[in-house]
């Protein structure tokens, strides 16, 4: 009796073992995975490290043809298009998710249509945007958006040049675009987070909506949507296809937002497969190495904000 | 009875700034609302006119040659989405399941984190990894290094959402197997799997969607063709390449070839989000906003 209980434990153990021990090999696979990333990427940016240094970071010069390798032009593309696409999507993401979780509360059926068309929004992929962006967004922001921003504000340095369409202003409207669906997603969990405790005592004291949104909950909320909002700036940089499209892909360092431009990401596109020398395959690597940086910062500090405030003492740092 | 006055000119100018603020906040949604409206409508305008059955069995002509199709890409997209699925679910799932199982441990924080950090990773440097582990070896572009790429996309969602469905399985269910003597491995694998199946066909099927859109990744690892392919080791065509590679050429009838392949994309999506929908009613809503 005593053995078969102990023969039948061991089994049970040995199964437990086993299941364990696969499903964990999965989970250390995703942190190899990340690892192995950055090691390969820097490898292989080895010779272009060596080569140019710190001096990568800071040269403004792009020409493959006599081996000059800077990358601040795109470096500038990938952070203005990026901050304009948060300047624009931001208030407009924190608006429907005030809708969301605030007005909308006792209307599901308003609120679930609305999150149903919010989510088919992240859903489009990217080269759709890119293509409505060329054939619609492009003619429209060069023929009625910009013509006006020029003509009645060209003498703001931000609008000096004259409108061509494929330039950073339209490629942070797209990107504002696509980051929409992910601030708003991620801001109405948060804000759908907040006790409602918070929100009786401030309509206690007879405020108006209005009040209790941005003196309950928004401050409550606050670090969660910072997080949200970081999130957003992490897609948006590290977002390809769209901006490709309709950038104008011509490296400058413009204080203009309608002069054509270039980022990280679509310079990869463009010139990765086209590499004519071991240097230049090794700097276009380190691109890939700055944009795998960038993430990976963005990204830690993100998840970081938004893991505190949904997912409480699980996680703390 | 006092009545008090708080500040800020009492309660008509605390009214107005509700009503415009509320007015602001509808204004919002109606911005945020209006691309989808665009999009899909001038993907349905300008796509409806190049699709016919042709257009989905025969490859592309050279420009100016009509009659044209996308059979090559269909079929490349389909060869590359199934691999990558074949590779991504095991260690999604796995992983997922560890995530729910074990949340306790170290690796769970780590892994759990590590996967939310590369769910949002720019899916370009996938593809640089990709080209260097895969691509620089071989010598070509192929099929195989494209579905490598995509399964790299496609595990964090199912990982994410695995997690997630399996968390909600109630602790009940778990209880009454475990009271009848049956081992955990068990547990896990006939009880708990069982109950949360729909939130692991939901996450397979979103990976799916996402997969098949994704572009940039399969630039650097399965590049173009326009046959179709007869190995997994050359270079091969899929949808969303040729709606960037038409899209961006100077010619028209290039140009329609790409709206009616992004019909056909933007269909794909509609469909398996509103199957997404049926499969598992409002129950996951939260946790589809966190991919």
Redesign the interface.
């Known amino acids: 009796m005593a053995n078969l209980s102990k023969s039948s434990r061991r ?3 040995r ?2 073992v ?3 021990s ?10 190899a ?2 690892l ?2 950055g090691a ?2 820097v490898n ?1 940016s080895g010779l272009s490290l060596t080569t140019y240094g710190l001096g990568f970071l800071t040269g403004t010069v792009w020409d493959p043809v006599h081996l000059v390798f800077g990358a601040l032009p795109f470096i500038y593309g990938t952070l203005l298009t990026s901050g304009l696409a948060l300047l624009i999507g931001l ?6 998710a ?2 969301l979780s605030e ?1 909308a509360r006792n209307r599901r059926g308003m609120g ?1 249509l ?8 992240a ?10 962006g ?3 967004l492009v003619p429209v922001m060069k023929n009625y958006v910009e013509p006006p921003l020029h003509s009645y504000m060209g003498f703001l340095p931000i609008f000096g040049t004259t409108p061509i369409g494929t330039d950073f202003l339209t490629a942070g409207v797209i990107l504002a ?1 696509m980051i ?1 669906p992910t601030v ?3 801001s ?2 948060i804000l759908n987070a907040v006790p409602n405790s918070q929100r009786e005592a401030m309509y206690s004291l ?1 405020a ?4 209790v ?2 003196k309950a909950v928004l401050p409550y909320a606050r670090s969660g949507i910072f997080g949200a909002t970081i ?1 957003g700036l ?2 948006a ?5 769209a901006v490709t ?1 309709v950038i104008g892909n011509a490296p400058s360092i413009s204080a203009s937002l309608l002069s054509e431009g270039y980022t990280l ?1 679509s310079l ?2 463009n010139q ?2 086209e590499t004519t020398s071991s240097l230049y395959a090794s700097a276009m ?1 380190e691109i ?1 190495l700055i ?2 940086a960038l ?2 910062a963005i ?2 500090f ?2 970081v904000l938004v ?1 505190r405030m949904t997912r409480g003492a ?2 703390r740092i | 009875m006092t009545t008090y006055r708080l500040r800020k000119g009492g309660s008509t100018w605390r009214r107005y700034v509700d009503r415009i603020m509320t007015g602001l906040i509808l204004l919002a949604v109606a911005i945020a609302v209006i691309p989808l409206i665009l999009i899909v409508g001038d993907v349905a305008y300008q796509g409806i006119p190049a699709i016919n059955l042709g257009f989905l069995t025969s490859l592309p002509t050279p420009p100016g040659t009509p009659g044209g199709g996308i059979a090559n890409a269909i079929v490349g997209s389909a060869l590359m989405v199934g691999l990558a699925t074949l590779i991504a679910v095991p260690i999604g799932v796995g992983a997922g399941i560890y995530f729910s199982e074990w949340p306790e441990s170290r690796l769970s924080l780590v892994s759990s984190f590590t996967n939310d950090v590369l769910a949002e990773f720019p899916t370009i440097t996938l593809g640089i990894f990709v080209y260097i582990i895969i691509v620089a070896p071989t010598r070509t572009f192929s099929a195989l290094a494209g579905a490598a790429a995509l399964a790299i996309v496609m595990v964090p969602i199912i990982a994410r959402t695995t997690e997630e469905s399996l968390k909600i399985v109630p602790v009940s269910l778990r209880e009454a197997s475990m009271a009848l003597g049956i081992p955990r491995w068990k547990t896990v694998l006939k009880v708990v799997i069982s109950t949360g199946r729909a939130g692991l066909a939901t996450g397979i099927l979103l990976s799916v969607a996402r997969a098949a859109g994704e572009t940039a990744p399969l630039i650097l690892t399965a590049l173009y063709s326009n046959y179709i392919p007869k190995s997994l080791l050359q270079p091969t065509g899929s949808i969303p390449y040729l709606i960037y590679y038409y899209g961006s050429s100077p010619f028209t009838d290039w140009i329609t070839t790409a709206w009616g392949a992004a019909l056909l994309l933007v269909a794909f999506m509609l469909v398996l989000n509103l199957s997404v929908k049926l499969l598992i009613g409002r129950k996951f809503a939260g946790v589809r906003a966190e991919i």
């Open positions: 089994a049970r153990s199964g437990d086993v299941l364990r696969l499903v964990a090999t999965a989970a250390i696979g995703i942190v995975l990340l192995v990333l390969e990427l292989n208030p407009i993401s924190l608006g429907v005030i809708f007005k679930s609305l999150g149903a068309l919010v989510e088919l929004l859903a489009v992929p990217s080269v759709i945007y890119g293509l409505w060329l054939f619609f675009i929409i708003t997603a991620v109405r969990d007879g108006t909506d209005w009040e949104t941005r999130l992490g897609r940089v590290g977002e390809t296809m499209m990401t990869i596109v990765f497969n690597v890939g944009l795998f993430a990976l990204n830690f993100a998840r893991w699980r996680f």
